[in-house]
């Protein structure tokens, strides 16, 4: 079996080099990629979408229905998991720890015992909790708001530098994470629910596929976004601008909720009880 | 709105999809009825796309309104016409078949499989409207994840085998798009019918070559062509049974249709067939493919089991004769991926009636089962006998073409291949047929004391009415297919087929 997995790999890796000298130089300026179609977005693209970045306007508004797509499947990887990981009941108690509110005294439950579920002086605590985690509690909640802000100025800004949806939505989902990390996971269940996180993830997406059904309701064709021009009071050039801007941040908002989502139902094993 | 059709078709399933999930969050019994508006939709639209390409020919329809190759296309024509109306209803049918079962089993997660069916059939019918090589990957991508995570939810070794295809589905996607990277090096285009027109002159380019057998290797990894089968019997088995009676009948179908419409519209049949002459080699593994798949058929005496090895022949069927190269046999190939699709449904939905029912999954459980399900077991039969060829269900047109296109190649092996499954077929059904008519119910878990007393014990216990109506639609489907094919043929399929081919 070795063997045969070893001589596939050797021949895909043969065929990989067997194309090898038909390669256009590295570079090159006459190869067909930079003579086909990208002299057309170089010059065309800032013209048509007010977007510096050729690759925000190639991939937000000429292929912006790939992108689309490319939103909906990481939407989906979330779905997924939360639909193959989340287990409604609860585990059978092992051993919890409590925390008495008032006095910090600690009281580590055994199986079988009573909890003190619901009394307003407990609260639950983590069953690998670290008793003195100041610093750490401290230093993240220092840094989220900034990572926070950061994320947003990467999906403003992708019109102008490298950035948008995706790499924003990437940075303030970890944001979160890392208060997850630094925290526990009820702490962040507190600010940021289960049901949101879902609802954010499909509103995300919807937002994308809607702006493209209100350019059809407009009479244009799916996602484009010039026929948005009547409705934003800006003309064609500025409506692709915004256009793209309404759908980055469509991508940012699903890709930050199904960063957390996938945060939840992994750390805790879709038991959503506590996470690392 | 005529003109939106084909873009409708893709857009409303998955708003919808993702309406769904808020439902799923509000109130669970708004999941279904969205659902099943959408992909009644999604039918209507593709029939209205049909329509239109029946008269006018080609529709096109350009995302953003930018034509190709700046934008991404929809390029409906009449083969990708047909397989999309095939989807459409099989996908509608089987959600509203499969109800009962679906809110029994994830009542607690309602939302996530309707949108992850939703986006499923999103992704199959975007693989199939798109005129782009590269929008081609990314809605494999769409339809392989949430395969995956609806195949993974299924009892036992459900989540492995999922695993195994997750693996091998990757892989094949990957060989793929690293295929259509290759064209965009030596074309600098990701559009079909652009790469078409420049790709002749560099013909003698060995990135095309590569490019092709790439694009075709990860192809047939993702259609299950035997030897690269080895992820489908597990997958396809143990999927839950409202998942597999969507994923058999379709992704296999769906993956040998981008085949066809990769060789013909992007490589074009100069290449394929007249250039490398690779016609020959790849009838003959389809030849391997088609008796392998039934003799894994005949070893095996589970029933969905069994049942996913005839896939793995079909696709040596369909694989095999369009490689024939000539009318008849793509002719054949393109009619059956149509016909497989419906009767693969078929016996997948009377199988998950059964299984639901009848506890046990081997065909020595299905004793007595006649009495007990009869409408079910006469669809099952229906099916059966259009898997086996019996006029005047479709089975026996497709393989009727596939025959002649095979007599007319002077390919004798892929006719007596084909002649050999049929044999293997008609023992496969009929073995279940015997158990299931002749031999008494027997309650195997013995735990009622009436075991052995003979069919008199049996009350009928048939499945869900819903279920019911829509397996009979299914099978007088087999019949008006049948009955059609030749108008079929006429209308559709030979508009395909390029004129230089005999």
Redesign the interface.
């Known amino acids: 079996m070795r063997a045969l997995a070893l001589i596939t790999v050797l021949m ?1 890796g043969g ?2 080099f ?7 130089d590295w570079g090159d300026p006459v ?8 002299p ?2 170089i010059e065309q693209g800032a013209a048509d979408t007010h977007a510096p970045n050729v690759v925000t306007a190639v991939l937000a ?6 992108t ?3 939103a ?2 990481i ?3 979330g ?2 998991c ?3 990981l ?1 287990t ?1 009941q609860q585990k059978s108690e092992e051993t919890r720890l409590y925390r008495h509110i008032p006095t910090g005294v600690t009281l580590r439950i055994e199986e079988g015992g009573k909890t003190p579920a619901g009394s307003e002086e407990f609260e639950p605590i983590d069953s690998h909790w670290v008793p003195y985690d100041m610093i750490i509690n401290m230093t993240c909640r220092l840094i989220v708001p900034f990572v926070q802000l950061f994320a947003l100025y990467v999906i403003a800004h992708g019109h102008y530098s490298p950035g948008g949806g995706f790499q924003g939505g990437v940075l303030f989902g970890a944001a979160i994470i890392l208060f997850a990390i630094s925290h526990d996971l009820r702490s962040v269940f507190r600010r940021l629910q289960e ?1 949101a996180v ?2 954010l ?3 995300g ?2 937002i994308y ?2 702006t ?2 209100v350019c ?1 309701v407009l009479g ?7 026929f948005l021009a009547g409705m934003l009071g800006v003309d064609a050039v500025m409506a692709r601008s915004h256009g793209i801007l309404i759908i980055e941040i469509g991508v940012g908002l699903a890709v930050m909720a199904v960063m957390v989502m996938l945060y939840y139902n992994l750390s805790s094993a879709g038991r959503h009880d506590e996470g690392l | 709105m005529t003109a ?1 059709y084909s ?1 409708l078709l893709i ?1 409303v399933p ?2 919808v999809a ?2 769904v ?2 439902a799923g ?1 509000i109130d669970k019994r708004w999941c279904f009825p969205l659902s099943a508006a959408a992909l009644l939709a999604t039918f209507l639209a593709s029939v209205g796309v049909l329509a239109e390409v029946q008269q006018n020919g080609v529709v096109e ?6 034509e190709p ?4 296309n929809l390029r409906v024509d009449h083969l990708n016409g047909i397989v999309l109306v095939a989807i459409a209803a099989v996908a509608l049918l089987n959600l509203l078949g499969t109800r009962p079962i679906v809110e029994k089993t994830y009542a ?2 309602l939302g ?2 309707y ?2 069916y939703i ?1 499923l059939v ?1 992704g199959l019918l ?1 693989i199939t409207a798109t005129g ?1 090589a ?2 081609l990957y ?2 494999i ?2 339809a392989a ?2 395969g ?3 195949i ?2 299924g009892p036992g070794r459900a ?1 492995l085998s999922s695993l195994n295809y997750l693996f091998m589905g990757t892989v094949g996607a990957s ?1 793929y798009l690293l295929g259509v990277g ?1 064209l ?6 990701l559009n079909m019918v652009d790469l078409a027109a ?1 790709l002749p002159e560099i013909y003698d ?3 095309v ?3 092709f ?2 694009c075709l290797a990860g192809l047939c990894l993702k259609m299950g062509f035997f030897p690269l089968h080895a992820w489908l019997p597990n997958a396809y088995a143990h999927a839950p049974s409202p998942v597999s009676s969507l994923v058999a009948p379709l992704v296999t179908k769906v993956m040998i249709y981008v085949m066809v419409r990769v060789m013909l519209t992007v490589f074009t049949p100069v290449f394929a067939f007249e250039r490398l002459q690779l016609g020959g080699s790849m009838v003959w593994l389809a030849v391997i493919a088609i008796v392998a798949g039934s003799f894994l058929a005949l070893s095996t005496r589970r029933l969905k089991r069994m049942l996913t090895f005839i896939i793995v022949a079909e696709v040596g069927y369909m694989v095999g004769g369009f490689w024939l190269g000539n009318r008849a046999g793509i002719s054949g190939a393109i009619l059956h991926i149509v016909n497989d699709a419906a009767m693969t449904f078929c016996v997948f939905l009377a199988a998950a009636a059964i299984q639901q029912r009848n506890e046990g999954e081997t065909i020595d459980d299905l004793q007595g089962l006649f009495a007990k399900m009869p409408v079910t077991m006469a669809v099952f039969v229906v099916g059966g006998l259009s898997i086996i060829g019996v006029p005047p269900t479709c089975g026996f047109f497709s393989k009727w073409y596939l025959i002649s296109g095979g007599l007319a190649a002077g390919h004798y092996g892929f006719v007596a291949a084909l002649l050999f499954s049929s044999l293997i077929n008609l023992v496969l059904f009929f073995r279940i047929f015997e158990i299931a008519f002749f031999e008494p119910f027997t309650d195997h878990h013995g735990g009622h004391g009436h075991g052995g007393e003979g069919v008199h014990g049996v009350a009928i216990e048939e499945a869900p009415l819903q279920m019911l109506v829509v397996m009979v639609t299914a099978a007088v489907m087999l019949f008006a297919l049948g009955l059609y094919a030749g108008d079929i043929v006429e209308g559709f399929v030979t508009h395909v087929i390029p004129a230089g081919i005999l």
């Open positions: 895909v065929l990989l067997y194309g090898l000298p038909d390669f256009p190869s067909p990629a930079s003579t086909h179609l990208s057309f977005y508004y000429y292929r912006g229905y790939d689309m797509f490319e909906a499947v939407f989906s990887a779905l997924a939360f639909f193959l989340r409604f049901k879902m609802f993830s499909a509103v997406v919807l596929a809607g493209g059904v059809l244009g064709n799916f996602l484009d976004y010039s | 939106h873009a857009v998955l708003v993702f309406m999930t808020i969050w329809y350009f995302m953003a309104g930018w190759p700046v934008g991404i607690d997660r996530a499989f949108t992850l986006l999103t975007g782009d590269f929008n990314v809605l991508e769409i994840l949430t995956y995570a609806l993974g939810m989540s060989l290759y965009y090096l030596a074309t600098g285009t420049r380019s060995r990135l070559l590569s490019a057998i790439l």
